[in-house]
């Protein structure tokens, strides 16, 4: 099945510092793709959806000054959490679709200290 | 978007058939029925889809009542690694955003 990969892994940043997450599809190009939020033991949450090209499209109650998004090629999206607070420390994962599925990155975990 | 409901938790032993279920009511005619599954500190993983009919993979078989109001995920024999949260997810085309229900964790008992 196709991949997506998602960097860095793992990040821990102090409180009021920007960190940006890349999403990439790897083997096929995607013109659009979703971010999802997910804190422990709690389901994903829907933030936004990233479309190649043009802006991205953010759930209701999602800050979009605060969670920028950039979908600049077809196997590449950005998420950058702009000055980060401790409430923002969560399992950030991005998808994208190929046919009739969805393929998930293995997950951003962010720390905000 | 279409609600599902599973519950919250479920248990198996090793080896045996696991029965998940999804109340889906308020499906439209054009809602596909996915189920995906996460592992802790994963991404989820697609395991089967369908529209109408039952559907078989290598995964796990999708059985989907007539009236489209329900769905059954079934793991022919669960392992270990199958230890998960199965969501239930409805969408209306390919491609779109999935709101994720609660799903249910599924424990494997050795």
């Known amino acids: 099945g196709a991949v997506v990969s998602q960097h860095p892994s793992w990040v821990i940043c102090k409180s009021g510092t920007s960190v940006k997450i890349e999403c990439r599809s790897l083997?096929?190009?995607?013109?659009?793709m979703f971010w999802y939020r997910q804190f422990p033991k709690q389901s994903l949450m829907l933030m936004a959806t990233s479309n190649e090209g043009s802006k991205a499209t953010y759930e209701q109650g999602v800050e979009k000054d605060k969670f920028l998004i950039n979908h600049a090629s077809l196997t590449l999206s950005t998420l950058t959490v702009t000055s980060a607070h401790p409430e923002d420390s969560s399992f950030y994962i991005c998808?994208?679709?190929?046919?009739?599925?969805?393929?998930f990155g293995p997950g951003t975990r962010l720390t905000v200290t | 978007d279409a609600k599902t409901t599973q519950p919250n938790s479920m248990e198996s032993n090793e080896e045996e058939p696991v029965h998940l279920p999804c109340n889906h009511s308020t499906i439209s005619g054009t809602d596909y029925i996915h189920w995906y599954r996460q592992l802790p500190s994963q991404g989820p993983e697609y395991v089967i889809h369908g529209l109408t009919s039952n559907v078989n993979n290598r995964m796990a078989s999708l059985a989907i009542a007539e009236d489209r109001k329900s769905s059954t995920l079934i793991l022919h024999r669960a392992t270990l690694r199958d230890a998960a949260v199965y969501y239930c997810i409805l969408t209306r085309n390919t491609g779109n955003q999935f709101y994720f229900g609660t799903g249910t964790s599924l424990t494997v008992i050795p």
């Open positions: 083997d096929f190009q995607a013109t659009t």
């Open positions: 998808s994208a679709g190929q046919s009739y599925e969805q393929y």
